[in-house]
């Protein structure tokens, strides 16, 4: 069964910094790209960053680029957002999700973690 | 960025009404486009994908259609448990943006 789980979210004073993981399994993980989707409270779905199955190219929404920084240890078959310099608007729920087909990126969702808190204030 | 345009952004229905939710995109996404519901606090979940095909587990009572910039789902027979709200989603390009959502509650 494939499955996806998020950790590391919480609260964070603006300007600081904080690391979210994704745990997948149930895949051939370094098959697939795997990306970031936030939920503001009460607000739509905002894509936030991608990577590809080898790691060595990612892609971000231009909110967050320059701060955010996704990556992945395919040994571990986790996914990792590094978010630095955060703000008030990062404030959200965060999803880890796999995309459905391998080998690309532009392709749909079709597995999505529960997702992880983020806050930030001070 | 290819922007999506849901509409409507409320909409109120009975059971067993047929609803029907529309989303356009600013340029020509061919058939690149998928539907999810999302219920509060849960994670999306897949319905449709490219356009049309739906997804595994998903109830015939709900299909897409639509190509280049105008595409449409259409839930019929709505039943209780598809009390919710739906994102539209484009991956024409590895940048991929989302619908505003369309929430469907009870009239």
Same mark, same amino acid.
């Given at each position: 069964?494939?499955?996806?789980?998020?950790? $590391? #979210?919480?609260?964070?004073?603006?300007?600081? !910094?904080?690391?979210?993981?994704?745990?997948? +399994?149930?895949? *051939?993980?370094? =098959?697939?790209?795997?990306?970031?989707v936030r939920q503001a409270p009460g607000k739509g779905l905002q894509w936030v960053?991608?990577?590809?199955? $080898? #790691?060595?190219?990612?892609?971000?929404?231009? !909110?967050?680029?320059?701060?955010?920084?996704? +990556?992945?240890? *395919?040994?571990? =078959?986790?996914?990792?957002?590094?978010?630095?310099?955060?703000?008030?608007?990062?404030?959200a729920t965060?999803f880890?999700?796999?995309?459905?087909?391998?080998?690309?990126?532009?392709?749909?969702?079709?597995?999505?973690?529960?997702?992880?808190?983020?806050?930030?204030?001070? | 960025?290819?922007q999506m345009t849901q509409?409507?952004s409320t909409?109120?229905?009975?059971?067993?009404?047929?609803?029907?939710?529309?989303c356009?995109?600013?340029?020509?996404?061919?058939?690149?486009?998928?539907?999810y519901?999302q219920?509060p606090?849960?994670?999306p979940?897949?319905?449709?994908?490219?356009?049309?095909?739906?997804?595994?587990?998903?109830?015939?009572?709900?299909?897409?259609?639509?190509?280049?910039?105008?595409?449409?789902?259409?839930?019929?027979?709505?039943?209780?448990?598809?009390?919710a709200t739906y994102y539209c989603q484009?991956?024409?390009?590895?940048?991929v943006t989302f619908g505003q959502g369309t929430k469907?509650?009870?009239?």
């Amino acid at each position: 069964e494939v499955q996806v789980l998020e950790s $590391g #979210g919480g609260l964070v004073q603006p300007g600081w !910094s904080l690391r979210l993981s994704c745990a997948a +399994s149930g895949f *051939n993980f370094d =098959n697939y790209a795997m990306t970031w989707v936030r939920q503001a409270p009460g607000k739509g779905l905002q894509w936030v960053a991608g990577i590809n199955g $080898g #790691g060595d190219y990612s892609y971000y929404t231009d !909110s967050v680029k320059g701060r955010f920084i996704i +990556s992945r240890d *395919n040994s571990q =078959n986790t996914v990792h957002l590094q978010m630095n310099i955060v703000r008030p608007e990062d404030t959200a729920t965060y999803f880890c999700a796999k995309y459905a087909r391998p080998l690309t990126g532009s392709t749909h969702i079709d597995k999505w973690g529960r997702g992880t808190v983020v806050t930030v204030s001070s | 960025d290819i922007q999506m345009t849901q509409s409507p952004s409320t909409l109120s229905a009975s059971v067993g009404d047929r609803v029907t939710i529309n989303c356009r995109a600013s340029e020509n996404i061919f058939e690149y486009v998928a539907w999810y519901q999302q219920k509060p606090g849960r994670a999306p979940r897949l319905l449709i994908y490219d356009a049309s095909t739906l997804g595994s587990g998903v109830p015939s009572r709900f299909s897409g259609s639509g190509s280049e910039t105008d595409f449409t789902l259409v839930i019929t027979n709505l039943q209780p448990d598809d009390f919710a709200t739906y994102y539209c989603q484009q991956y024409d390009t590895y940048f991929v943006t989302f619908g505003q959502g369309t929430k469907v509650d009870v009239k």
